[in-house]
């Protein structure tokens, strides 16, 4: 049995400016990006996409996950296999360790790319939420030179990102988490592995000496057109000494905030029942946590 | 009009023409003529294609051949040392873990890539290290079974160490 994909050209730059110089030359062409292929090319193979070049980025050096100046930079080319066995990611950022191994499966994780997933921007990522718990930034290149943005307001809709033209995720920037803060992560799929979730999401708690909120990120998926953070949810528990009627408040304000449909997946009402669980459990977690840090 | 490189399949220099387009898992079957690894779902989903690309399970239906210069493939072929089966592949066959037998090539190699991180997997370690292989005739008790049993042979016997490259 032969897999016939159509023709394309793949090309492999080596440095940077090779890399612009070809999505300069191919501006306005039929190009596709490759980095872990795992979507991309099942995409073309069911005919939903053509291409006339593939750009294959794995040569430029971002598949490194390094701690620098308070933060982890995880390059785009970083894949979901890479970050599970990292012991920075590991030690320091188990939300994320969390996220990446609900991704795919076994196999998908040895290809899938952090950048890649990020990119596809489907309302169902599964580094999405925990990234915006997690206060990510995003750090974009182009022949103009790098812009950071903040990942929540990276995604633009379903499948739709804020890449420029000639413009590429180069890598995810995390601030280490300190003493007083911590995340958790939740997803709700059909099965376990091979799955896209229902509803995905993730908190993130900072807790001061007397036990009080002083910063928060509650961020759900598969919930609204792309990955959202629940901004009303956080503001109300700034401030505020945790509990489970507090928490069980913040998620139902959280429900406010999201607009979920009913498709092949879930249930819209599913969704919404789940969001609430996925907002109460990820929170009393995170506090769970922290509380035994701090005593 | 390919492109001329080598690909490395089980420690053997292979020297093709390989497409820009072209899929790994036909260059395996197709070009080098091993048939073991297997076409499911051409769409990176049931893991009947699994090989270890540099130690790293991957389902070569969804890989471009190209991108596999330069690294070394392992397929099913490559399991055995010699004329001895692998540990794993005498325990397939000792526990029956193979029923119409179309999913046991990408089993064995994902419960290999699990070995080679994790010698000593749990079940609930075991089940999420074929979670991306799918048996159609839902074997997975005996297969789960003959994976454990694989391991705790591999740890106590010198021939185990040998064999576990």
Redesign the interface.
């Given at each position: 049995m032969n897999i016939l994909l159509p023709k394309f050209e793949c090309i492999k730059p080596n440095n940077e400016k090779e890399l612009f110089d070809l999505m300069y030359k191919y501006t306005g062409r039929k190009v596709g990006i490759l980095a872990g292929g795992t979507d991309l090319l099942p995409t073309i193979n069911a005919g939903k996409l053509t291409i006339d070049y593939m750009i294959d980025i794995s040569s430029l050096g971002l598949n490194e996950i390094i701690e620098k100046d308070g933060a982890v930079h995880i390059g785009s080319m970083v894949n979901f296999r890479q970050l599970t066995l990292n012991k920075l990611i590991q030690d320091k950022l188990p939300a994320l360790l969390k996220a990446a191994k609900t991704v795919g499966a076994v196999q998908t994780r040895s290809l899938a790319t952090i950048g890649g997933n990020i990119c596809s921007a489907v309302p169902s990522c599964d580094s999405a939420p925990a990234l915006i718990a997690l206060g990510a930034k995003l750090l974009l290149n182009s022949s103009n030179g790098h812009r950071i943005i903040n990942i929540e307001d990276f995604f633009k809709g379903p499948r739709k990102n804020a890449l420029n033209s000639g413009e590429i995720l180069y890598e995810i920037i995390i601030p280490l988490p300190n003493n007083y803060s911590q995340a958790d992560f939740i997803k709700y799929g059909r099965r376990k592995a091979l799955t896209l979730a229902k509803v995905n999401g993730a908190s993130m708690l900072e807790l001061d000496n007397e036990k009080k909120v002083i910063a928060c990120r509650i961020a759900l998926g598969a919930v609204a057109p792309t990955p959202i953070r629940a901004v009303k949810a956080e503001d109300f528990l700034i401030g505020k000494e945790i509990n489970s009627e507090i928490i069980d408040e913040a998620s139902k304000i959280a429900l406010s905030e999201i607009s979920p449909i009913s498709d092949i997946r879930s249930s819209a009402d599913y969704r919404l029942q789940m969001s609430k669980v996925i907002v109460k459990r990820t929170l009393s977690n995170v506090y769970d946590l922290l509380v035994k840090e701090i005593i | 009009m390919g492109r001329k490189m080598v690909l490395n399949v089980n420690e053997i220099d292979y020297s093709l023409e390989i497409?820009?387009?072209?899929?790994l898992?036909?260059t395996i079957?197709?070009k080098i003529g091993l048939k073991g690894t297997k076409?499911g779902c051409?769409?990176?989903?049931c893991?009947a294609c699994?090989v270890l690309?540099d130690g790293?399970?991957?389902?070569s239906?969804?890989?471009?051949a190209?991108?596999a210069e330069g690294k070394k493939i392992i397929t099913v072929e490559g399991l055995k040392n010699g004329e001895t089966l692998h540990p794993l592949q005498q325990s397939f066959i000792d526990n029956a873990a193979v029923q119409c037998g179309y999913c046991a090539p990408g089993m064995l190699m994902?419960a290999k890539?699990?070995l080679d991180?994790n010698p000593n997997p749990t079940e609930k370690e075991i089940r999420?290290?074929?979670?991306?292989?799918i048996c159609r005739c839902s074997g997975y008790v005996k297969i789960v079974k003959a994976i454990d049993e694989a391991a705790k042979k591999m740890a106590n016997t010198d021939e185990g160490s040998e064999n576990n490259r």
């Amino acid at each position: 049995m032969n897999i016939l994909l159509p023709k394309f050209e793949c090309i492999k730059p080596n440095n940077e400016k090779e890399l612009f110089d070809l999505m300069y030359k191919y501006t306005g062409r039929k190009v596709g990006i490759l980095a872990g292929g795992t979507d991309l090319l099942p995409t073309i193979n069911a005919g939903k996409l053509t291409i006339d070049y593939m750009i294959d980025i794995s040569s430029l050096g971002l598949n490194e996950i390094i701690e620098k100046d308070g933060a982890v930079h995880i390059g785009s080319m970083v894949n979901f296999r890479q970050l599970t066995l990292n012991k920075l990611i590991q030690d320091k950022l188990p939300a994320l360790l969390k996220a990446a191994k609900t991704v795919g499966a076994v196999q998908t994780r040895s290809l899938a790319t952090i950048g890649g997933n990020i990119c596809s921007a489907v309302p169902s990522c599964d580094s999405a939420p925990a990234l915006i718990a997690l206060g990510a930034k995003l750090l974009l290149n182009s022949s103009n030179g790098h812009r950071i943005i903040n990942i929540e307001d990276f995604f633009k809709g379903p499948r739709k990102n804020a890449l420029n033209s000639g413009e590429i995720l180069y890598e995810i920037i995390i601030p280490l988490p300190n003493n007083y803060s911590q995340a958790d992560f939740i997803k709700y799929g059909r099965r376990k592995a091979l799955t896209l979730a229902k509803v995905n999401g993730a908190s993130m708690l900072e807790l001061d000496n007397e036990k009080k909120v002083i910063a928060c990120r509650i961020a759900l998926g598969a919930v609204a057109p792309t990955p959202i953070r629940a901004v009303k949810a956080e503001d109300f528990l700034i401030g505020k000494e945790i509990n489970s009627e507090i928490i069980d408040e913040a998620s139902k304000i959280a429900l406010s905030e999201i607009s979920p449909i009913s498709d092949i997946r879930s249930s819209a009402d599913y969704r919404l029942q789940m969001s609430k669980v996925i907002v109460k459990r990820t929170l009393s977690n995170v506090y769970d946590l922290l509380v035994k840090e701090i005593i | 009009m390919g492109r001329k490189m080598v690909l490395n399949v089980n420690e053997i220099d292979y020297s093709l023409e390989i497409e820009d387009n072209e899929i790994l898992l036909d260059t395996i079957r197709e070009k080098i003529g091993l048939k073991g690894t297997k076409y499911g779902c051409g769409t990176g989903e049931c893991g009947a294609c699994t090989v270890l690309i540099d130690g790293a399970p991957v389902n070569s239906c969804i890989y471009l051949a190209i991108r596999a210069e330069g690294k070394k493939i392992i397929t099913v072929e490559g399991l055995k040392n010699g004329e001895t089966l692998h540990p794993l592949q005498q325990s397939f066959i000792d526990n029956a873990a193979v029923q119409c037998g179309y999913c046991a090539p990408g089993m064995l190699m994902s419960a290999k890539a699990l070995l080679d991180v994790n010698p000593n997997p749990t079940e609930k370690e075991i089940r999420e290290g074929i979670d991306g292989n799918i048996c159609r005739c839902s074997g997975y008790v005996k297969i789960v079974k003959a994976i454990d049993e694989a391991a705790k042979k591999m740890a106590n016997t010198d021939e185990g160490s040998e064999n576990n490259r």
